[in-house]
């Protein structure tokens, strides 16, 4: 049973620093990818980074690379995202999910609230 847990989030100011944590379990590393996405009040979701579990290959989107860092620590089945410099525009909740790369299905957890102050 895949579970995952968002944690980390909260209020800091703006070019503050934060880093969310995805403790994950049920699956193996071998078969997954996990990726943040976020979700504003009013706006759409949008993918913010993922990780491939098997060989730490990342990616970002265009508005956060540089800032933020993804990384994985397997032997603790843990995801970390370390942001930088957080923007007012970064404020939403931060979920945390992870894709079967042979199935292609998707598992969700609890986001976590970041907000960022100007």
């Known amino acids: 049973d895949v579970q995952l847990q968002a944690s980390g989030g909260g209020l800091v100011q703006a070019g503050g620093s934060l880093r969310l944590s995805c403790a994950a379990s049920?699956?193996?590393?071998?078969?997954?990818?996990i990726a943040w996405f976020r979700q504003a009040p009013g706006k759409e979701r949008e993918g913010v980074s993922r990780i491939n579990l098997k060989d730490g290959n990342s990616h970002y989107a265009v508005s956060v690379k540089g800032r933020f860092t993804i990384s994985r620590d397997n032997a603790k089945n843990s995801v970390y995202l370390q942001m930088n410099s957080l923007k007012p525009e970064d404020t939403a909740v931060y979920y945390c999910?992870?894709?079967?790369?042979?199935?292609?299905?998707?598992?969700w957890g609890q986001g976590t609230l970041v907000t960022v102050s100007s």
């Open positions: 999910t992870a894709r079967n790369s042979n199935s292609g299905r998707t598992y």
């Open positions: 049920g699956f193996s590393v071998d078969d997954y990818a």
